[in-house]
């Protein structure tokens, strides 16, 4: 599948800020199943990007911007090819071991609620741990109402679960939390999903990895309830939102900031889900 992707970003000031500094993770990186044909990143300031691996491995850019800033737009854009790999991740270099994966934060801690849910699909899913992991996501999203209001980049796992109800993001925490509980390494991943029934979103996506025998890392879109497709595009990973985030940054002075962000995925060739 070929995909057409923009991802904008534009923030506005009611009172101009003296200087925006970002850090940017909005550059996909090849694997066995995903190829960039071209990729570009551009902000309407004058500033210089500055590219670097973060520890994870993920193509990262940081740039300053200079005020006074009324308002600043950051736009990736690019053609992405994919193939289906059955959501087995394989081709890319791991900097980390796996117990690395293992490690708890504030955003995907699970408590007496996640733990004892994680339990109770593992008693009743068998030995196989793929079985189990398909069980543990379908699980995830009978309990979990898709709402877009109900939560926001700051919502932990633990929150999330007791409300019932979040996104992709919140989806992919509590997949976590209860599967670092169980023992396996698992990670957040940032990324796009190609739909067929619209193109414009308002977001990108947001699933998980799981490390299994002899499989290697698995994707896990518990908001979807499958496997990554080749309808996916894998943009970061991380330990959780916080260390994946496609954009975080702070600013100097200004008030009044709005944020709108606009994402396009397009099928030009090929089969969408």
């Not at 994919?82 to 900097?95: K, P």
């Not at 609620?113 to 196989?128: E, K, L, N």
């Not at 979040?166 to 739909?195: K, N, T």
């Not at 002899?214 to 080749?230: R, S």
Request: glycine content about 10%; aromatic content about 8%.
């Amino acid at each position: 599948m070929r995909l057409r992707i923009r991802h904008q970003t534009a923030y506005a000031y009611a009172k101009p800020a003296h200087r925006v500094i970002e850090t940017l993770r909005l550059t996909p990186r090849g694997h066995n199943g995903q190829f960039i044909v071209d990729w570009r990143i551009d902000v309407d300031h004058d500033c210089r990007l500055d590219q670097v691996s973060d520890p994870f491995g993920n193509t990262m850019h940081n740039f300053t911007a200079e005020g006074p800033l009324d308002g600043l737009v950051v736009t990736a854009e690019g053609h992405i090819e994919t193939s289906d790999t059955n959501g087995v991740v394989s081709g890319q270099v791991e900097r980390f071991p796996p117990p690395v994966f293992l490690r708890d934060t504030v955003l995907t801690t699970s408590d007496a609620a996640i733990r004892d849910f994680a339990r109770s699909v593992a008693a009743s899913a068998g030995s196989s741990q793929l079985d189990l992991l398909h069980a543990l996501m379908a699980g995830i999203r009978e309990r979990l109402r898709f709402n877009i209001n109900a939560t926001d980049t700051g919502t932990s796992a633990i929150e999330a679960f007791r409300m019932g109800s979040g996104v992709c993001q919140d989806f992919a925490h509590v997949l976590i939390g209860a599967v670092r509980h169980l023992g396996l390494p698992a990670r957040y991943v940032s990324g796009y999903l190609c739909r067929t029934d619209y193109i414009d979103q308002e977001a990108g996506h947001a699933w998980a990895e799981v490390l299994i025998d002899a499989l290697g890392w698995v994707g896990f879109d518990a908001a979807n309830g499958i496997c990554p497709t080749e309808a996916y595009v894998r943009l970061a990973v991380g330990l959780d939102y916080l260390s994946a985030a496609p954009v975080r940054g702070f600013r100097y002075g200004g008030e009044g900031e709005s944020l709108t962000v606009h994402v396009e995925v397009e099928n030009t060739g090929g089969r969408g889900r």
